[in-house]
């Protein structure tokens, strides 16, 4: 393989999103394209999910999302692959006016190696904060693993498709057992395309 890695590489996820169209594009040619943009020297794709449509939130409020997971490997440190994730963003038009607002393309670094950042500390912070924080207040760093995998279904059944054993590096319980604790009806919302 023709590839510069050495070493050091991480497994890392990373789940997709939008519900905008990009020019002509409707959101699964978006997420489709951005999949492609994630290959290079140093992130090998190594698994893609089905792609999966989930509602907007709250109802009615715009289109149905188009969700999806993948495992890539990277010699990338999780900084650096964030960038580059913001990166593919801006080519695919994504405006970070409003969180949580409709956008044409989401990329979440979900999982790095399994290393929690900033640290215990901070991550346990994120993930306590009440919903209403949550909507008002963005972390200024990264956090890792992602604080809200284990409420959002459109992220665990994507993931589930892709590594349904990884197991949260700081709950402790794999991608299925945080799945089968959610509501089935919120499950049941995210489809296969």
């Known amino acids: 393989m023709g590839s510069k890695m050495a070493g050091n590489l ?11 169209p990009v ?10 394209k951005a999949v492609a943009a994630l ?5 090998v794709l ?14 009615g409020a715009g289109p149905d999302y188009v969700n999806a997971a993948v495992a890539v490997e990277t010699s990338l440190t999780a900084r650096a692959l964030l960038a580059r994730l913001h990166e593919i963003e801006e080519q695919f038009d994504r405006v ?4 949580w607002g409709m956008r044409t393309l989401d990329l979440d670094l979900i999982d790095h190696g399994g290393a929690v950042l900033p640290d215990a500390d901070g991550f346990a912070r994120w993930q ?12 200024g760093q ?29 709950l402790q319980k794999t991608a299925a057992g945080l799945l089968a604790e959610l509501p089935p009806a919120d499950v049941a919302e995210v489809t296969p395309l």
Do not use: Y
Not at 46 to 59: E, G, N, Y
């Open 10 to 20: 991480k497994t890392s996820l990373i789940a997709l999103g939008g519900n905008l």
């Open 96 to 99: 970070r006016e409003q969180r």
């Open 46 to 59: 190594r698994r893609v999910s089905r792609f999966f449509q989930t509602p907007c939130f709250p109802a």
């Open 39 to 43: 290959q290079s020297d140093d992130v």
């Open 23 to 32: 020019d002509a594009d409707a959101p699964q040619a978006t997420l489709s």
């Open 128 to 139: 306590g904060l009440p919903l209403e924080t949550q909507m008002q207040e963005a972390p």
């Open 142 to 170: 990264l956090i890792l693993p992602h604080p809200r995998i284990q409420d959002r279904a459109f992220v665990l059944v994507p993931l589930c498709d892709i590594t349904p054993r990884w197991r949260h590096p700081v």
